[in-house]
């Protein structure tokens, strides 16, 4: 006599199809064990360059950092050369140097603009133009300086409508930036050396309303003359 077949219950059910399924997904790993080893090892590396990297910046941070200290009186004292060269028997390593070796750090990035100060004030604008472009810190006041420097450096070559262009610029990075009075002065001279006397008077008239405190609003009366 045949036995009566046994009703399988939804408990049986369910837990049958998690016994397939974890045999699924294993077979499945089994077969691809190792692009599955692979990628992990990959995301490792990844993972280990990421910290190596982070680690190297922080170190670079505090290797220009310190150096940067140690050459900075120089500045301070308009000895420009040695600032740049730097001082090998006072163990003084130059601006120029630091850059090379530190320079994708934030505070080579500072010295690159220390640096290219440096090299403006000795005449050597060529070379203060490439530095202030090569500028690429994440601090806007250094941001707005390296156009304003560029800006100076075009404008001293009778390009005024481009120099104008790298004032305003500058002038637009932070709203609170205490320069900015300055950069749009100088904007709005550089505009009226072209003609564009319209131009350079908005300028002017926002310095007049918005900058009331500022050194440039002493100045603003003659050039708004000018701008008539």
């Avoid at 630091?98 to 505070?107: A, L, P, R, T």
């Amino acid at each position: 006599m045949l036995e009566a077949r046994k009703k399988i219950t939804k408990k049986e059910m369910k837990e049958d199809k998690l016994v397939t399924t974890y045999y699924k997904v294993h077979d499945f790993f089994m077969e691809n064990q190792a692009k599955f080893l692979i990628g992990f090892g990959v995301v490792a590396v990844i993972v280990v360059a990421v910290i190596l990297y982070s680690n190297k910046v922080s170190n670079d941070n505090k290797a220009a950092s310190a150096l940067v200290a140690k050459v900075t009186p120089f500045l301070e004292s308009g000895s420009y050369k040695e600032a740049i060269d730097g001082v090998p028997a006072q163990n003084i390593t130059g601006l120029k140097k630091i850059v090379d070796e530190y320079g994708s750090s934030e505070e080579g990035e500072l010295a690159k603009m220390l640096l290219a100060n440096a090299y403006s004030i000795t005449g050597k604008t060529d070379e203060a133009y490439e530095m202030y472009d090569d500028y690429s810190g994440s601090n806007v006041l250094l941001q707005a300086s390296a156009l304003a420097g560029k800006a100076g450096i075009i404008e001293a070559k009778k390009e005024y409508e481009e120099a104008a262009s790298l004032y305003q610029k500058a002038a637009k990075l932070d709203k609170v930036n205490p320069s900015n009075p300055e950069y749009l002065l100088k904007a709005g001279i550089a505009l009226l050396k072209v003609g564009k006397k319209d131009d350079a008077k908005e300028l002017f008239e926002s310095i007049k309303k918005d900058y009331v405190n500022a050194v440039p609003y002493m100045e603003l009366e003659k050039y708004l003359v000018q701008a008539e």
